[in-house]
């Protein structure tokens, strides 16, 4: 089992949409989470830290459940300029504090 | 500006050369790591180190060297060893303990010919 799940997608959705990835994580233990966007042929940038009680930024809201080990992002009224790849990120447990990568979900925001 | 700043943008390799990838970064971190991205993947983890002189294998780390000899610079060095190093790789940052998120680079693309 990978360390960090996404669904790949692609997502394709209307402009205006709402639309929402899950990521899960395997170690319990984790400690730190974020989501990254990254456009075609680009570094990744972050997008939000999520936090226990859960986080919004304008249009973007996530958040983590511990309990069943899920991230989520909820994007609302998408627009064009949406369209990229989003990484669910992972910090490690351990002293080492490793980031882990999601592969990624694809979501291309349509006219 | 306070940056992570990779170079060359683009690298071309002839086949059993060895080639070096410069990171460097200003934003005073202690954590630097290496990530292969091939077309349509995610990330995967190559090397990463918390604090000069010392840097830890990740999950793909066969064919490629790293050192740590200051702050600064984490230099990625791509061995004849490794077989399919034609990839985007990227080089990130952060400061160490939880809660602090990863600044990237912008990249180096290298292409086996």
């Known amino acids: 089992r990978k360390e960090v799940e996404q669904d790949p997608g692609p997502f394709n959705v209307p402009e205006g949409a709402t639309v929402a990835f899950n990521c899960t994580y395997s170690n319990s233990a984790s400690q730190s989470f974020f989501w990254y966007r990254q456009d075609c042929r680009k570094e990744p940038k972050l997008l939000m830290s999520?936090?226990?009680s859960g986080n919004e930024d304008g249009r973007f809201t996530a958040q983590l459940n511990r309990a069943s080990q899920y991230i989520s992002l909820l994007i609302r009224d998408s627009k064009l300029s949406d369209s990229a790849t989003y990484l669910c990120v992972v910090k490690g447990v351990d002293s080492s504090y490793k980031l882990i990568f999601g592969s990624g979900t694809r979501l291309l925001v349509r006219p | 500006d306070g940056g992570i700043t990779q170079s060359p943008k683009y690298l071309f390799r002839k086949e059993g050369q060895n080639v070096t990838l410069s990171c460097e970064q200003n934003?005073?971190?202690?954590?630097m790591y290496w990530y292969r991205q091939d077309p349509g993947q995610g990330l995967r983890l190559i090397y990463y180190?918390?604090?000069?002189?010392?840097?830890q294998k990740g999950d793909i780390a066969e064919g490629y060297s790293v050192s740590r000899e200051k702050k600064e610079s984490f230099p990625l060095t791509v061995t004849s060893a490794q077989k399919n190093p034609t990839a985007f790789y990227l080089c990130?940052?952060?400061?160490?303990?939880?809660?602090?998120?990863?600044?990237f680079g912008q990249g180096t693309r290298l292409t086996v010919v």
């Open positions: 999520v936090y226990s």
């Open positions: 934003l005073n971190h202690d954590a």
């Open positions: 180190s918390q604090i000069v002189n010392d840097f």
């Open positions: 990130a940052s952060s400061k160490t303990g939880g809660g602090t998120e990863a600044f």
